[in-house]
């Protein structure tokens, strides 16, 4: 059997379509038809809301995920000595920007059900912070670790009570749903990811879902290195060269007319696990914990209840068992929070996401993961235990 990976690439055969009228009219620039329509196709997925009113959001394509973190924050004004709150389970990319913007991420533990940023722990960092520097943190990144929709009403319960903007890290959550909005339209600002490993993907590149077009521009402007309308270049800010490709977005359009079909299959792929591994006392298969959440389920995870306590001795062996038998997996996110190049930055943690990169193992769930491949994962894990 060949390789089984966590999230490969897949195609809907669009794609050169879009690249081929790129090169035919020569827009092989940061800019042009592709990036226009990607952005309309992006704006048009993200604004649908299952029996309510479209939203009016608008979206900038950029280079990457990473960009579209780092732009969202400039919108929002962070700064040297500001602090940014952040979930602290999470990929480095969440936090880093911060760091780009000479700030200080400040790190929120996740709560059991959704393992994405409590919102009782979010509001005692809130409180503490403001007690220990009388200043509030100037932004809020929650995240949708592996697809799974975070408590997002009670995180901008939390966050407008405060007046504190919040910045949705949706890089892996594409297309999660939660009461049937699309899971980065939440906050002021929202973040995509086409990464390579993602449901959709341009090669490379992300977005930025902006409330209106005023921020689109303003985002376009610092993505395209801070021009002023002058005949000459004329800078007044510091600006990045943070645009997608057209080539790229060629890639994009491609994968739109394909992105709910891999979102239902990275669904099923989960319905599987569920269905093959669910009765097992020491497996928990993580799934939505309210009806009214719907993940993509980019990858699905479980976690081991009883066993060994550390990674190194309970699941790394496993992890070698399986890479030996053709399968991919990986264990869940290490936290932040002990992260060695985090470890000056203050945290509000409670243990949960500690435990569960101790006991978590991604899974493989991409759209060359088939039935047959889910049965034999679920042999060898079987098989190890
Ligand atoms: C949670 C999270 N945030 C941000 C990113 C950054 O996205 P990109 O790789 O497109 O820069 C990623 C993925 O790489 C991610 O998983």
């Not at 402007?221 to 997608?244: L, S, V």
Request: aromatic share 10%.
């Amino acid at each position: 059997m060949d390789r089984i990976y966590l999230c490969l690439a897949h195609m809907s055969g669009k794609e050169q379509q879009y690249i081929q009228e790129a090169f035919d009219t020569n827009w092989v620039v940061p800019l042009g038809p592709n990036v226009n329509a990607f952005e309309e196709d992006l704006a048009a997925f993200a604004n649908h809301r299952e029996g309510a009113e479209t939203l009016q959001k608008k979206v900038v394509a950029l280079s990457a995920g990473t960009a579209a973190i780092h732009l969202g924050l400039i919108m929002l004004g962070v700064e040297k000595g500001d602090e940014v709150i952040c979930q602290s389970f999470t990929f480095a990319a969440s936090a880093n920007p911060v760091v780009y913007q000479g700030a200080t991420p400040v790190f929120v533990d996740s709560e059991p059900g959704t393992y994405n940023m409590d919102p009782q722990l979010l509001e005692e960092a809130i409180k503490n912070r403001i007690a220990k520097t009388g200043k509030k943190p100037k932004a809020i990144i929650p995240v949708y670790l592996y697809g799974m929709p975070a408590r997002i009403d009670e995180i901008m319960e939390v966050a407008r009570r405060y007046e504190i903007p919040v910045l949705e890290d949706a890089a892996e959550g594409f297309g999660s749903r939660y009461r049937g909005q699309v899971c980065g339209t939440f906050g002021d600002y929202g973040v995509m990811s086409f990464n390579g490993n993602k449901m959709i993907t341009t090669s490379g590149g992300g977005a930025l879902i902006c409330p209106d077009d005023e921020a689109k521009k303003r985002v376009m402007f610092y993505a395209t290195q801070a021009r002023e309308p002058f005949p000459y270049y004329q800078h007044e800010k510091i600006g990045y060269n943070y645009r997608m490709s057209n080539i790229c977005a060629g890639i994009g359009r491609g994968q739109m007319t394909v992105a709910e079909e891999h979102i239902r299959h990275h669904q099923w792929v989960h319905e599987q696990y569920v269905k093959l591994l669910g009765d097992m006392d020491e497996i928990v298969v993580h799934s939505a914990p309210e009806g009214y959440m719907e993940p993509n389920y980019w990858l699905s995870t479980i976690r081991f209840e009883r066993g060994k306590k550390t990674i190194d001795e309970g699941l790394l062996p496993l992890i070698t068992r399986l890479s030996d038998a053709n399968i991919e997996t990986r264990p869940l996110w290490k936290p932040m929070h002990v992260q060695p190049v985090y470890k000056d930055a203050p945290a509000y943690t409670n243990g949960v996401s500690e435990r569960l990169f101790s006991c978590g193992l991604c899974l493989p769930s991409g759209p060359y993961v088939k039935e047959a491949e889910i049965h034999y994962i679920v042999e060898k894990i079987k098989e190890f235990l």
